[in-house]
C-alpha cells in the first residue's frame, strides 16, 4: 500500500507542477489559453492572477515532494489534503472539473497513503 500511495502522490505531485507552468509561463500562450479557455484578451488582463495561482500549485508540488523524498507521511498527508481542498474550491468558484483535476486524484492517494501506515 505505501508504494501505491507513494505512486499516486508523486502523480498528484507532477500534475500540480504541470498546472503551475500552465498557470505561470503559458498562461497567455495558446497551450494555457486552450487549456483554461481564455481569450487572447482575457488572458493578457488576468496574467497576473495565473502567476499567482501558479505559484501556490507550485507549492502544493513542492510539499508532496518534500514529503515523498523525507518530510514523511504526515507531510504527504498535509499536502494531499490541501490539494483535495483547493479542488473543492476551485470546483465551487471557477470550473466544476477542477474536482476531477485535483480533488478525485489527492483522494485516491490519501487512501492507501493512510492505509498504508
Known amino acids: 500500500m505505501l508504494?501505491?500511495?507513494?505512486?499516486?502522490?508523486?502523480?498528484v505531485a507532477l500534475i500540480h507542477v504541470y498546472i503551475a507552468v500552465l498557470e505561470m509561463f503559458l498562461w497567455t500562450k495558446p497551450?494555457?489559453?486552450?487549456?483554461?479557455g481564455f481569450t487572447p484578451e482575457f488572458a493578457e488582463q488576468?496574467?497576473?492572477?495565473?502567476?499567482?495561482?501558479?505559484?501556490y500549485n507550485g507549492f502544493l508540488?513542492?510539499?508532496?515532494?518534500?514529503?515523498?523524498?523525507?518530510?514523511?507521511f504526515a507531510a504527504?498527508?498535509?499536502?494531499?489534503?490541501?490539494?483535495?481542498?483547493?479542488?473543492?474550491?476551485?470546483?465551487?468558484?471557477?470550473s466544476r472539473r477542477i474536482i476531477y483535476i485535483q480533488t478525485v486524484p489527492a483522494v485516491l492517494a490519501l487512501i492507501p497513503t493512510i492505509l498504508a501506515h
Open 31 to 36: 497551450q494555457g489559453r486552450k487549456a483554461f
Open 61 to 72: 508540488a513542492a510539499g508532496l515532494i518534500w514529503g515523498l523524498l523525507g518530510g514523511g
Open 3 to 11: 508504494i501505491i500511495g507513494n505512486v499516486l502522490a508523486a502523480l
Open 76 to 94: 504527504i498527508v498535509f499536502f494531499l489534503i490541501c490539494v483535495a481542498i483547493a479542488g473543492v474550491v476551485g470546483a465551487l468558484t471557477a
Open 46 to 55: 488576468t496574467r497576473v492572477l495565473g502567476l499567482n495561482q501558479g505559484l
